[in-house]
T-cell receptor, first 110, second 117 residues
């Protein structure tokens, strides 16, 4: 059973466009992380959010944690081909265990 | 940031043989490491938690006799796929938890692609 639902699962857009990826859960997150994974590599942590309503920015990426801490979004402005990859939202369960969402496979076409 | 390595990066083996994958934390000690499996175009699925000096904790549905985990030191965990079969072909990724940073940050290895013929 998937604890985390991501949408869309696949997204292909042109360079320069904006996009938003969503992560939803039926239960409350104590904290949530977003990772990006490129083909043939391990995931790399982008951000951790812990406070409801929190907004964090990482260059052209904006991460938002829902007020109720049950959902999160990732918005990319003016997407570039280098943004191509698998974006994963992750729930921290217990002390260290990570539970991964389904992933959003993003392709930015030049 | 902390670095985790995996070896080998790719391995091809015959059905029925065993394959060992190493996961090393290069610049920190890790009392806990994690092993994940990833199918093509899918997300990561946790297989087991590797604890230094004690037995690994396996997730439901993961055969502990097939996927042997040994965490022999604070910088090395190994995953051995025993009597491998084609359905074991997958991308195996490990992660390590330094335990010194906030928010439970884990660092992932680059993965090992296993192909069983």
């Amino acid at each position: 059973t998937q604890l985390l639902e991501q949408s869309p699962q696949f997204l292909s857009i042109q360079e320069g466009e904006n996009l938003t990826v969503y992560c939803n859960s039926s239960s409350v997150f104590s904290s949530l992380q977003w990772y990006r994974q490129e083909p043939g590599e391990g995931p790399v942590l982008l951000v951790t959010v812990v406070t409801g309503g929190e907004v964090k920015k990482l260059k052209r990426l904006t991460f938002q944690f829902g007020d109720a801490r049950k959902d999160s979004s990732l918005h990319i402005t003016a997407a570039q081909p280098g943004d191509t990859g698998l974006y994963l939202c992750v729930k921290i369960q217990g002390a260290q265990k990570l539970v991964f969402g389904q992933g959003t496979r993003l392709t930015i076409n030049p | 940031g902390a670095v985790v390595s995996q070896h080998p990066s790719r391995v091809i083996c015959k059905s029925g043989t065993s394959v060992k994958i190493e996961c090393r934390s290069l610049d920190f000690q890790a009392t806990t490491m994690f092993w994940y499996r990833q199918f093509p175009k899918k997300s990561l699925m946790l297989m087991a938690t590797s604890n230094e000096g004690s037995k690994a904790t396996y997730e439901q549905g993961v055969e502990k006799d097939k996927f042997l985990i040994n965490h022999a030191s604070l910088t090395l965990s190994t995953l051995t796929v025993t009597s491998a079969h084609p359905e074991d072909s997958s991308f195996y990724i490990c992660s390590a938890f330094p335990g010194t940073t906030g928010y439970n940050e884990q660092f992932f290895g680059p993965g090992t692609r296993l192909t069983v013929l």
